[in-house]
């Protein structure tokens, strides 16, 4: 639901139709002075516990009379007055009230658009658009939009960039896709509970507590100890499950598009060409069934995550699928650190590995939990040799490459001439790859 206005040139011709967010936004806007007031009640709680006592009933309920209708008031004016638009190279955003803002999002700096779905969000039927731009810190979102308007408007914002003309962009809706795969729940659960996290909190809970209550005996420091660990058990087991909960994986002309979510849900694009790194992340109790977790890192996004468990050849097919023209070397293309690494990281240097086909960069690292990195040749933006003391006394360096995503994959505990002779021909691959890369496009 939009309330539409019209700017209009000195002519009198109309220029450009500004829309209004969702009618139940001023109800989530409505929250930002409780959230001050709870924020000053977080940081100085014997403050705000004095300043209470003081408060008389009567005190009280004039100061919620006056506070709940200046709520009320700062999310209908702040909704009011914040229009968007979209015009023929960009999306524009304009809010404020006293301080205008106008946000000029250009549409070809666009690398993701995401449909979010909080639960209290599905219950009134709106969502969340979230947008990917390169140089933006975080993303530029449009909260709230009716559930079919987002869709249809993130259609719209990607047929814009794929090349479509204005006139006709509304019209050519989403993009087909093709689901590739879909992660069972009891897959899921039995990936995460076959993870070292959650075990690794409890066990240090379990060791730790006891000896803090045997010290202080105060069960306010057990407490205080106690919930994070046991939250940071909850959150890397339930906490992942419920975000995870029905990954499904699909290919379409305008990416992969991903969907998952139990009480949030999501909607997101992997951009094709925006790839620059992807891992395949083996935990040691997955080994033996097989699967693997894929992670990748893109140019001016925050998805980080492809596939949260699948088979190792489904995985490697979808590396295929990000990375056109990339596969995943063999266990047996791998060349690990010579012996003489072992004096500068000790057990550890067997699992580093390094490999380079005519397509990519690769490196090993890790023994209970292995990742694998894979960078393409015409992503690395720069190639770094560092050699430390130690390393120098044992004949050995490592190998850094530089990805437009801000990461970095190391070829660690290479032979020196090696790593020097690395170097050179790492950066001859980057430049022609670079030449030869196809544009980044939206669409195929």
């Known amino acids: 639901m939009t309330a539409p206005g019209v700017q209009e040139d000195v002519s009198g011709r109309p220029l450009v139709t500004e829309r209004r967010l969702h009618p139940v936004t001023p109800l989530r806007r409505a929250w930002a002075p409780v959230a001050v007031l709870m924020g000053w009640v977080v940081h100085d709680p014997d403050g705000a516990q004095r300043q209470l006592t003081r408060l008389t009933t009567t005190t009280l309920l004039v100061g919620l009379a006056v506070l709940i209708p200046a709520a009320a008031l700062y999310g209908f004016l702040s909704w009011w007055f914040t229009h968007f638009a979209v015009t023929e190279g960009e999306l524009r955003v304009r809010t ?72 006709t962009a509304h019209e050519v809706g989403e993009a087909p896709s093709r689901q590739m795969l879909r992660v069972p729940p009891r897959v899921l659960a039995v990936s995460l509970l076959l993870t070292g996290a959650p075990w690794a909190w409890l066990l240090v809970a379990s060791v730790a507590l006891p000896l803090l209550w045997i ?38 002309p ?6 998952h979510g139990l009480l949030d849900q999501a ?56 990375l056109p023209g990339v596969t995943v070397p063999p266990p047996e293309a791998f060349s690990r650190p010579p012996r003489g690494a072992r004096w500068c990281v000790p057990v550890w240097w067997r699992g580093y590995g390094f490999a380079v086909t005519d397509a990519v960069f690769a490196a090993r690292r890790g023994l209970l939990r292995r990742t694998l990195a894979l960078v393409p040749h015409a992503k690395v933006q720069s190639v770094r040799l560092a050699q430390g003391p130690w390393q120098r ?52």
């Not at 909080?118 to 140089?135: C, F, I, Q, S, T």
């Open 254 to 259: 305008d990416g992969l598009r991903i969907d």
């Open 393 to 444: 006394t044992h004949g050995v360096a490592d190998v850094h490459v530089d990805t437009g995503a801000g990461g970095t994959v190391t070829a660690r505990l290479r032979p020196a001439d090696e790593a020097t002779d690395l170097l050179h021909a790492q950066a001859e691959r980057s430049r022609t790859g670079r030449r030869d890369a196809p544009p980044d496009r939206w669409m195929a």
């Open 96 to 167: 404020g009230l006293v301080f205008r803002r106008t946000a000029h999002i250009r549409l070809e700096r666009i690398q993701a658009i995401d449909v979010t779905q909080p639960l209290l969000a599905r219950v009134a039927g709106v969502a969340k658009l979230k947008l990917d731009v390169v140089g933006a810190d975080k993303k530029d979102e449009l909260a709230f939009l009716g559930a079919g308007e987002a869709r249809a408007l993130r259609a719209e914002l990607l047929a814009r960039a794929a090349g479509f003309a204005p006139e």
């Open 215 to 252: 010290a202080t005996h105060s069960l306010w420091t057990v407490l205080a100890a106690g919930v994070p660990m046991l939250g940071a058990a909850g959150a890397s087991s339930v906490g992942r499950f419920v975000a995870e909960y029905d990954w499904t994986l699909a290919e379409s």
């Open 267 to 322: 909607h997101e694009t992997v951009p094709p060409g925006r790839v620059q790194t992807v891992r395949l992340v083996e935990p040691l109790l997955w080994r033996r069934r097989g699967w693997v977790r894929v992670e990748l890192d893109v140019a001016g996004s925050s998805n980080s995550l492809l596939l949260p468990v699948a088979p190792r050849a489904m995985a490697e097919s979808v590396v295929a699928r990000v």
